[in-house]
């Protein structure tokens, strides 16, 4: 946002000249997208783009969506932060590729991995933007990882492994540290299938990441 004082006086014609008034370009980022299968459609903020080349993006939150004949659509935000990065954007095969796959699915169908805290920070699953603290996600068994983000605070990321179970998982990690130049973080987090267990996992990473498992 541009700004120019001028003054004003009654019963006089003013003129504004704004010729001097510089606006800042917006930041561009650089992204490659990795698309399965290759011949999928992609679309970004509502535009199709050719995702076989390096495609240049202001820096920010960006929505994203793909289709492709026999695959299930995906939708989802992203999130430019880097001068480079890249972002995998994977489409299943309707009705999956076996009778283990199917089971899979059923097992986590309608349930949710829950960030309850740190509270107000940025919250990136698998490297994509899913909202502020406290958020939640559509739950998948495997090893995913978790990033928590605040201005002004140490990044850290940690790895989390869900099994494949019909119930809900909670993660509470440790509050972030102002920004510094330390070296090492250590990050805790508690994690919980329901509200009568809880499992706390402590872990310690080199300059901001950390590592931990939930049992759902």
Same mark, same amino acid.
């Given at each position: 946002?541009?700004?120019?004082?001028?003054?004003?006086?009654?019963?006089?014609?003013?003129? $504004? !000249? @704004?010729?001097?008034?510089?606006?800042e370009e917006a930041v561009m980022g650089k992204i490659?997208? !990795?698309?399965?299968?290759?011949? +999928?459609? @992609?679309?970004v903020d509502g535009k199709i783009v050719d995702h076989?080349? $390096?495609? /240049?993006?202001?820096?920010?939150?960006?929505? @994203?969506? #793909?289709?492709? !004949?026999?695959?299930? =659509?995906?939708?989802?935000?992203?999130?430019?932060?880097?001068?480079?990065?890249?972002?995998?954007?994977?489409?299943? /095969?309707?009705?999956? !590729?076996?009778?283990t796959e199917e089971e899979e699915q059923s097992q986590?169908?309608?349930?949710?991995?829950?960030?309850? +805290?740190?509270?107000?920070?940025?919250?990136?699953?698998?490297?994509?933007?899913?909202?502020?603290?406290?958020?939640?996600? #559509?739950?998948? #068994?495997?090893?995913?990882?978790?990033?928590?983000?605040?201005?002004?605070?140490?990044?850290? *990321?940690?790895?989390?492994?869900?099994?494949?179970?019909?119930?809900?998982?909670?993660?509470?990690?440790?509050?972030?540290?102002?920004?510094?130049?330390?070296? /090492?973080?250590?990050? *805790?987090?508690?994690?919980?299938?329901?509200?009568?267990?809880?499992?706390?996992?402590? =872990?310690?990473?080199?300059?901001?990441?950390?590592?931990?498992?939930?049992?759902?």
């Amino acid at each position: 946002v541009a700004e120019k004082q001028i003054t004003i006086e009654a019963g006089k014609e003013t003129f $504004l !000249d @704004l010729s001097d008034v510089k606006v800042e370009e917006a930041v561009m980022g650089k992204i490659y997208f !990795d698309v399965s299968p290759s011949e +999928a459609k @992609l679309y970004v903020d509502g535009k199709i783009v050719d995702h076989s080349r $390096l495609q /240049s993006l202001s820096m920010g939150l960006h929505q @994203l969506s #793909a289709t492709a !004949d026999g695959y299930d =659509s995906v939708t989802r935000y992203f999130n430019v932060g880097k001068e480079t990065s890249s972002v995998e954007v994977v489409l299943e /095969s309707k009705g999956g !590729d076996s009778d283990t796959e199917e089971e899979e699915q059923s097992q986590t169908e309608g349930c949710f991995i829950f960030v309850t +805290a740190p509270v107000d920070v940025e919250v990136y699953f698998d490297g994509n933007y899913i909202g502020r603290c406290p958020v939640s996600v #559509a739950k998948k #068994a495997g090893s995913h990882t978790i990033t928590i983000r605040k201005t002004g605070y140490e990044t850290r *990321t940690y790895t989390v492994l869900i099994e494949n179970t019909a119930k809900d998982v909670y993660y509470s990690f440790d509050a972030l540290a102002p920004a510094s130049t330390t070296t /090492s973080t250590s990050g *805790t987090a508690t994690s919980a299938s329901d509200s009568s267990s809880t499992t706390t996992s402590t =872990s310690s990473a080199s300059t901001s990441t950390g590592s931990v498992s939930g049992n759902p």
